[in-house]
């Protein structure tokens, strides 16, 4: 009959180890045994518990444009150039955002 533990490490052996290692004058093995489980236990426990948190990003609206089939040429060409004044806009802001913290850190020294 082939098991499939490995050749030293059987069921019977494996019990009897337990049994020794409980059993004998080293009961502070049991001790270390004990908050060996219950700290794994804990830290098991504290990301289930985490797990369940909403960390994700919420629902998103996204607002589409209705536009009418029948727009001419020149209405799309003067809708996309609204549009894009306002992303150079944005654009600008946010370079003028990172340039701010880019003179408080030269103020620093970084």
Sequence with gaps: MSSWFPRPAAPKTLLADLRGV???????????GAMAI???????TLFV???HDNIGPGPQTIYVSDWSANRTDAEIIAQ??????AIHKAKEERRKSFQRVDDAMKAWGF
Excluded: E, N, P, Y
């Excluded at 409980?22 to 270390?32: E, K, P, W």
């Design 22 to 32: 409980f059993t004998g004058t080293r009961r502070h093995l049991l001790v270390f």
């Design 38 to 44: 219950g700290m794994t236990s804990a830290i098991i």
């Design 49 to 51: 518990i985490d797990s």
């Design 80 to 85: 996309q150039k609204i549009d894009m004044v």
